[in-house]
């Protein structure tokens, strides 16, 4: 429920395509007063960031649109394109991730645009990539896929992305988090 409210305030946020110096420290009010999501991803990351801009006590533009950015990130909802809601929630995503398909593991999660996951999962394994069903520390990659990406953080495929966002940025795990149209760049039959 608190994920779905803090949604809601940042889609509140966001609405009039610009951010305040009050609606700022209201954000970081309210993370400070909700310490489950200021803990946990995704609050945290947005947390971290309004505590950084905050912290010189002088809010830039730069600043502000590097906030509205991740605050249109986080909601999948983008004004300025038209978008409301459907667009895919990327915090978690490692972009620009140099992927590996030779030795390395991968896990699936979600609903591919490609198919079913065996289809998936078999152009890894032809590619020499390896399958694991959970997530674990010694995870190279996490594939997301597109058709889950609007609700993940409300499902039940979301618990696999939140464990894997928490190997990796408490844990230091090596692990990144990727989308279905990444890997698909990577592998050989799709260039």
């Given at each position: 429920v608190d994920v779905h409210l803090l949604n809601g305030l940042c889609k509140g946020l966001i609405a009039d395509r610009n951010l305040t110096q009050e609606e700022i420290r209201y954000l970081n009010w309210w993370l400070e007063q909700n310490g489950a999501l200021k803990n946990n991803y995704p609050g945290k990351k947005l947390y971290a960031l309004v505590k950084e801009i905050l912290k010189d006590g002088v809010i830039t533009e730069d600043e502000s649109l590097t906030l509205h950015k991740a605050l249109v990130d986080f909601t999948g909802c983008d004004l300025e394109s038209g978008v409301v809601d459907g667009l895919a929630t990327r915090l978690p995503i490692d972009v620009g991730a140099s992927i590996e398909l030779e030795g390395k593991t991968y896990c699936l999660t979600g609903?591919?645009?490609?198919?079913?996951?065996?289809?998936?999962?078999?152009?890894?394994?032809?590619?020499?990539?390896?399958?694991?069903?959970?997530?674990?520390?010694?995870?190279?990659?996490?594939?997301?896929?597109?058709?889950?990406?609007?609700?993940?953080?409300?499902?039940?495929?979301?618990?696999?992305?939140?464990?894997?966002?928490?190997?990796?940025?408490?844990?230091?795990?090596?692990?990144?988090i990727i989308s279905e149209e990444m890997l698909f760049d990577a592998l050989p039959s799709s260039r």
């Open positions: 609903t591919f645009v490609a198919g079913k996951r065996a289809v998936v999962e078999n152009l890894i394994k032809n590619a020499g990539g390896n399958i694991s069903s959970g997530i674990t520390q010694k995870l190279d990659f996490l594939v997301i896929g597109t058709l889950s990406f609007r609700d993940w953080k409300f499902s039940s495929h979301g618990r696999k992305i939140e464990k894997a966002i928490s190997y990796r940025d408490d844990n230091g795990a090596k692990l990144k």
